[in-house]
Structures are given as C-alpha cells and as structure tokens.
C-alpha cells in the first residue's frame, strides 16, 4: 500500500495544487508539495496522519456530522468524482476553496481511498478584503459555488437579483475564473440607451455613417477581442436591438454601423438584470428566444437582509475600499454596527456603501457611531426598544443583565437617560451591567 501511495504522490506533484490521498476513515495518508505549503504549519506537525476534517476545518468529526455537506459521501456512492465548495482554515486564515474527491478503486471496483484536489478561488475572501466578493454566509457560497463552476466553461451566464446586490464583481469574478481571463472585460451598460447609440455603442461605426462619424469607431464587441462582455441590466434592451443581439449570439458576426464588412465576434456573455424576465417574456416586453439564449446558466445573488451575518465583513470590506482624509483606518461602534445589521437595506450594498460614505464625513477620529449613521437606521432600532421595553411592561419583567446589555448597544442617550428609560435608578443599572 505504501509503495502505491508514494506512486500517486509522485504523480500529484506535478499538480500545482494542493493534493492529498485519503483512507476510507479520513486520515491523510500522504500529500504533495502544494497542499504541504498551503496547510502546512511549521510551529505545528505535518497534516499527514491527521484527519482532513481536523486540517481543513479544525472539526473534531466528519463534515457530514459538523453540518456541512461532504463529497466523500457522494463519491463513494457513486464511484464518481464529487466537486463542493467549501471554507477551509489555512495559515493564511480562512479561504474559499473548491474540493474535488476521486475514489480509488481496487481490481474489484471497490473503493478502497480517495485523491482530494484543492483549488482555492481567488475571486473572493471570506475576511474583509479590498477587493473581490467577501462573504461567506449559505446564500453566499451557494451563488459562488455556482460561479466557480460556470467560470471554466464558455457559458453565457445570467446574474438575477436586486439592484445593489454586486453583479459586476460577480461578472467579474466569472471573468477572472476563465481560460479568458487574460483578456478584455468589457462592460456594457443598456440602461437608458437608445437603439441608435446602443448599436454604435455595441457593434462600432464607420467614417459618416451617421452626422457626426468623422471616423471610424470599432464598437464594444470588437474591444472584448476574446474576452468577456458584460451587459448590465439586459432587461433595458430595446426590443429593436434584441434582434440584432441575438443575431450575434447565434451566428457570432456583426457589421459596424453604416459598414457593408461582416466581422467575426469572439467573446464569452455575462448578463444581468433585477427585472423579471421571464414575466416580461410572458407580455412581450423581451423576446423568449433571446431570453433563452442568455439564460443558459442562472444565478441568484442573495439580497443583503439575506445574508446579514455577511455585513460586519462587508462593512469593514467597503471602509478599505472608500475614500476617506489620508491615512485613517476606520472603525464601526458595536452599537453602530448593530443598527447596519439590524437594517433591511432596500438598497442592498450599494446603499451599504453610500451609508458608510456619508458616516465617514462625520466621522473625525476616525469612530463611526450611531448617531452618524441616517435616520432612518436609528429609528428602528429605538422604535423596538421602545416597543418591547417599554416602561409599563418593566413592571411585569425582570430584566437580566444580558438582556440590558443588548438593550444598551441599541440605546441613543447616555446610561442616566437609559436608566430613566427603564424606569430603574442608575445604580441598579451600574450594577447588573457591571454583573454577569
């Protein structure tokens, strides 16, 4: 058995990334030099005789006992390879990573091992980053285990959901995860345009094609050259276009506004919309064959009230990102960020990002507190305070000192006026926040 796993490492060297053989009951039994340098720790020993859960999670049993999903489940069923995306813990910190599991099979077909292939997707971060997509909440990795699949065929793909929701990092992230990566990615914005611009815009136009083409422009298309383009909002496509559109989807030619010259199109489509399409096929308001064409591959970008385990990430995400006076790092009180938590965020984060632009302003020292985030954060939070302890129910409850702590990180005032409030002296309060 020995001289068999060294045969496989030797051949997994070769692999640039991180690779291990795996024995029915979890052990690594041996791993090449990429998952060495990746999980390896040298205050720490070799993972090799460890389990991967215990490496790769720092669980104490199986994947499938701790409440994640585990390929080795599935591989073994099948006697198929079995591709999940998971959260990894790393020297680095924690990754995104996808895992592929290959059973080994004996002369008798039976599985007797596993190779575990580990690629890690750069696209996005599961800590606060200043870049890329962060986050690493259900609804999160399930969108981005979609991407991460799609990323490596030539796809169209249909990014759906609310306005705000990032589309562009995810088309984005579609682009970097490709063999196109390398080249162009093009934005296409088809909100607002009209059908004569948006074609100029799209296919170019040559010398006096129309008042004004004093000389010839090559379009977005051309631009892409082997890359991908991004058509923000598809569903603002004049009808007229969409013709023309999926003339060039299906037959990959076009010709340049005013030209006669047909030219070959080369480019990978990414699209996304918060209408719904499907409705606007069903009253004619998009074309079924067109909607059909960019919709080979959906994905469904989670709201940001769907995902608020995500904020305090994408908070501190966005205060890096931002602008700000040179040379101060922002912080978020804990009663502030309770508020952008509790929030529904209609907007989702790119009302986050406005929210967090206008509290830096006030912000001097570099704190944003409570009182500079908009009011229409503050009010909620006092408005369920106010609500569920009120001072006419006190009577009725006793309040423990966990429960005046949350209230506390929601209160606008100082600990005499929450005092008040609660209808208590504020030696009471001192105390039984001073308790556990």
């Given amino acids: 058995m020995k001289e068999s796993i060294q045969s496989l490492l030797s051949y997994l060297e070769i692999d640039s990334e991180p690779s291990i053989v795996l ?35 720092h669980y104490d049993k199986p994947c499938d006992l701790s409440g994640e999903q585990c390929p080795m489940n599935a591989a073994k069923k099948t006697k198929a390879p079995a591709k999940l995306l998971h959260i990894h813990y790393t020297p680095r910190g924690q990754e995104h990573v996808d895992v592929e599991l290959r059973p080994i099979l004996n002369d008798s077909r039976e599985v007797v091992g596993y190779v575990e292939r580990i690629n890690t997707i750069k696209s996005a971060s599961v800590q606060a980053t200043g870049s890329g997509l962060v986050g690493s909440s259900p609804v999160f990795n399930k969108a981005l285990s979609d991407l991460s699949r799609v990323a490596k065929t ?34 296409v914005d088809c909100t607002g345009l009209a059908d004569t611009l948006f074609e100029s815009e799209l296919f170019g136009y040559e010398k006096g094609a129309f008042t004004g083409a004093q000389q010839a422009k090559a379009g977005l298309i051309e631009t892409a050259k082997g890359g991908t383009v991004f058509l923000d909002e598809i569903g603002d496509v004049p009808l007229t276009m969409q013709v023309k559109l999926l003339r060039l989807l299906e037959s990959g030619t076009f010709r340049r506004v005013g030209g006669l010259e047909t030219k070959n199109s080369d480019f990978r489509l990414v699209a996304a919309t918060h209408k719904p399409l499907q409705k606007m096929v069903d009253e004619g308001k998009f074309r079924a064959d067109l909607f059909y064409r960019i919709c080979a591959f959906p994905i469904e970008l989670p709201a940001l009230r769907n995902r608020r385990d995500d904020i305090p990430k994408l908070v501190h995400s966005l205060l890096r990102r931002g602008s700000g006076p040179l040379g101060i ?33 006030f912000a001097d020292d570099g704190r944003i507190e409570l009182e500079h ?31 005046l702590r949350e209230i506390e990180t929601t209160f606008i005032g100082s600990r005499k006026e929450l005092a008040e409030h609660l209808g208590m002296s504020e030696r009471t309060l001192y105390r039984k926040l001073g308790t556990g």
């Fill in 23 to 57: 024995d029915l009951d979890y052990t690594i039994l041996g791993a090449n030099s990429a998952y060495l340098r990746a999980y390896g720790n040298p205050a720490e020993d070799a993972p090799v005789g460890k389990k991967c859960f215990q490496v790769s999670h």
């Fill in 154 to 187: 030539d796809l169209p793909v249909l990014l759906q959901g609310e306005s705000g929701t990032g589309k562009e990092l995810f088309a984005r992230a579609v682009h970097d995860g490709s063999p196109r990566k390398n080249a162009p990615f093009v934005v």
């Fill in 329 to 361: 790092q922002y912080v978020v009180s804990e009663k502030a960020m309770h508020a952008l938590m509790g929030f529904s965020w209609p907007g989702n984060i790119r009302q986050l990002k406005n929210v967090l632009d206008r509290a830096r302003v």
């Fill in 373 to 403: 985030l908009p009011e229409e954060l503050i009010r909620p939070a006092q408005t369920n305070l106010a609500r569920e302890f009120a001072p006419g129910k006190l009577r009725t409850k006793k309040l423990t000192s966990d429960e």
